[in-house]
């Protein structure tokens, strides 16, 4: 029987299994951030302990850096305290770090692919569930909690079960206008948050094919909010011109030993899943979310859905409790929802590709009167310098967007960029969560082009007809 | 790690479907370096009508007197009852780490989401998956001075007429918990192993070692 890109992956890197059916799994590589990493090294300072392998490690600060006025610093104290420590830390446990003045600084998301740390076929590691954003390269790669972090640190190892294989078959072609951020949030509205808990998702089909590397980092990143901690996508020829060239990739005749490694990296012909998914790409629209988890998802040409219809009970009362807290009523036509504030950024969508596909939308025109803020923050520092090279900034900034610097910034609200209360938003981040913008704001997840349209008109529109 | 054996606690009923972990632990508190002190911000938002901030003294800020941690008859509850998926969202154990010091040991659900799940057992937290039917039951049940029996190493609860429910759990996690045991120093066990293995995949997959 033929073995899935995951089980593949698995093989190659199981050092031992225990008699109960867990296995020690070796990690190739840790990313690691401020937030979720102070308390594993103090544990390593408590025991004892160095890491074992330093330099299959690489650090960047993303989610409580400013994104403007760096040169004076992080004001908030307990902010800068956890990036001043994060520094600290990699100094003294001999780990690469990416300051917040480095040109390379920016989202780990972004950066570990962009650098060509992430590489096909590894096993790759962050205090952070949006680490399946990286399976969009081949590579196995899954967020994992803060005592894992020093798991790995300490033994370059973690004890796993191997996750179950589904594969999602996305067949077809995307329609004009509709982008990888639709056709993840349509799959996350057809299986639910907790459809792909206890499996890897591996997403194939021409439309997956046919997406560029970015936008297949769009579709991993949000495998997590389906419930699947890693996401993947075979190698293809895209993959291995996207890597080439990369800082960290290899170089010379370790490429052309890699190159021929990785394209093997795919599920066989007779590959069993435990569970497969079908969806026709030509049927998706562009989608807007209009409750508090990403499931509860619309096509834009769609209305507000009535709990009433809704049969289960459970659910019915998440539907009443996410559209009170959304001040939404039934039935209300999802261009009919009005804005406060666009956010274009975070892992999910903030590389140059996101970039130019919302400036080709703004280009010339202005945001709308009742929005009272724009935002793009750009995933790195190196998305930044391209964008600006190619004159994007410009635009953005002509049509009253503020062009900020890198960092997670409004996606989670942890520096000074959020919503107030009550404040409705066009986000291109991956969580509408009850608060994650900011206290009691309100956000609805749209893809960069949809959230350029909605800033030009005050509303949600229609992107293809817009 | 603290080892969890067995409890016999209040239940506290949290009737939602799809907590997640910026429910449980909002993000502003995140930015602290320690695992300690999040218990008073355990979902902070539901708790308090007022926006929470790291270091604020939660003792005289409003509550919500509606939410279920803050009725009198919940006080002191050690195991939450909830809904499907469970800790669905970031891979922050500021979430686990905030019910451990808030004082919930056991955590009851029809399912929870994988990161969560996982960080549980790394911190004293029994997480335990119930079918729908019988968490349905639960919560028709539960009320003022509704408490259950949880025993880890029999892998039961006891209700308060002397029903028993039966869970499963895998057994490396049971072992683990039961005996509070330290991760790391049981894999450096298998140091030796984990070198061998290190360089047989240096030579298969040279080019990840150059850098």
Redesign the interface.
Known sequence: MGETLYDKIWG?HV??T?E???S?V?I??QMIHE??S??AF?GLRL?G?RP??P?ANLAVAD??VPTKDRKLGIS?P??R??VE?LEKNCAEFGISVFSMADSRQGIVHVVGPEQGFT?P??TLVC???H?STHGALGALAF??????V??VL????L?L?KSKNMLIRVNGRLGPGVTAKDLVLSVIGKIG??GG??YTVEFAGEAISALSIEGRMTVCNMAIEA?A?AGLVAVDENTIRYLEGRP?A?KGK??D??VA?WLALRSDEDAQFDRVVEINAWEIEPQVTWGT?PEMVAPVTGVVPDPAREPDP??R??ME?ALEYMDLKPGTPIQEIYLDKVFIGSCTNSRIEDLRAAASVIKGRKIASNIKQALVVPGSGQVKAQAEAEGLDKIFRAAGFEWRDPGCSMC???NADRLD?GERCASTSN?N????QG??GRTHLVSPTMAAAAALAGHFVDVRSF | MQAFKRLTSQVIPL????V?T??II???F??????TGFGPFLFD?WRYLD?GE??MDCSHRPKNPDFVLNRPEYQGGQILLT???FG??????HA?WALYDYGIRVIIAP?F???FY??CF??GLLPIVLEGKAVDRLFQEVGPGYALSVDLAAQTITKPDGTVLYFTI???RKRRLLEGLD??AL??E??D??RA??EQ?RK?????Y??
């Open positions: 190659t050092v031992l225990a109960d059916g867990t020690l070796y190739d590589r937030v979720t102070p308390q103090e025991a302990r074992w392998r330099k989610h409580n908030d307990i902010s305290l956890q420590t590489l076929g590894i205090g952070d569930s680490t967020g994992i909690g803060t005592s894992e020093e798991h300490a033994t370059q190892c004890w079960k948050t907790a808990t206890g419930g901690r960290l290899p370790l490429w030993q890699a490694a988890s459970v659910r009362k998440g409790r989670l609200a942890m209360p969580r969560f009850e608060g994650r206290f009691g | 009737d939602r479907a799809n997640d910026d429910a909002p993000k502003q995140l930015k602290s370096i320690r695992r938002e926006r790291p270091d809904r499907e998926n669905c969202g970031s891979s922050r154990e686990p399912s989401a994988d990161i996982n960080n790394k911190n895998d057994p490396a991760d790391i894999t450096l298998h140091a192993e984990i293995f290190e995949r298969e997959a040279p080019w990840l150059v850098t």
